[in-house]
């Protein structure tokens, strides 16, 4: 997932970010909410996490923007899930009210944060269950497995973050660019996009004997797509 963590406890925050990136995920950190406003105004992501109590305009505010200011109209449906130390109901229902998804209290469990977070994903592609499918490929969000006919697929870090990337597009295009984002998130060493290239010819290596492949248009990105039989 490419997510928006707005937490201003940097400690927290890094530690947070740290975990989400080993377990192949990507994460903008901003510490306030004027920031996670520019931040949203110019990427997509794939989910938000969300502080209430912020400098400059608290969490409530960032949600009331998200979903009802025109500028953020293609994007108003994000998923997000509200990482709160007030845990008093009454701010439970009012981030509800405005919009949030989910609500997790301070101090919460890393991988429950995550099993929510692809159970949003899940429910805003439609999608009932456990699992996130498209092209024949399931991935087990519990066990963190792809399958495949119920073949389980061998894959590198890499390989894993990158399919992923691809499953959770369903089927919509994504630039070289923004799969090497994912793919590389941990990696502070500066590296060519180039470097995603070798990924992909080995993950499409090992999906050649099955109903997927990922395919690629010149200019747009790669996708995958299951192949008629
Ligand atoms: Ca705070």
């Known amino acids: 997932m490419f997510l928006l963590l707005v937490e201003d406890e940097g400690t927290l925050a890094e530690s947070l970010s740290g975990v989400l990136v080993a377990k192949g995920h990507r994460v903008d950190w901003v510490a306030d909410g004027q920031m996670a406003l520019s931040q949203l105004a110019t990427t997509r992501y794939d989910a938000m996490v969300l502080d ?27 998923p997000v899930l509200i990482l709160s130390a007030r845990d008093q109901s009454i701010d439970k229902i009012a981030a509800l009210d405005a919009g949030a998804d989910d609500y997790l209290s301070k101090p919460f469990d890393v991988n429950e944060l995550e099993a929510r977070l692809f159970a949003l994903l899940r429910r805003r592609l439609g999608k009932t269950g456990t699992d996130l499918n498209w092209a024949g490929i399931r991935f087990d969000a519990t066990k963190r497995i792809f399958f495949c006919e119920n073949e389980t697929l061998n894959l590198s870090p890499r390989e894993h973050a990158a399919l992923l990337a691809l499953l959770q597009a369903q089927g919509e295009p994504l630039s070289r660019q923004a799969l090497f984002e994912r793919v590389f998130a941990d990696d502070e060493d500066a590296l060519s996009v ?13 999906l050649t004997p099955l109903q997927a492949q990922i395919h690629s248009v010149r200019g747009v990105g790669l996708y995958l797509e299951s192949i008629p039989t």
Request: proline share 2%; hydrophobic share 40%.
């Open 52 to 78: 209430l109590g912020l400098p400059y305009l608290d969490g409530r505010g960032v949600l009331e923007a998200l979903r009802t200011d025109q500028k953020f109209i293609d994007r108003q449906d994000l």
């Open 194 to 206: 180039d470097a995603i290239d070798v990924v992909v010819y080995r993950l499409r290596k090992k």
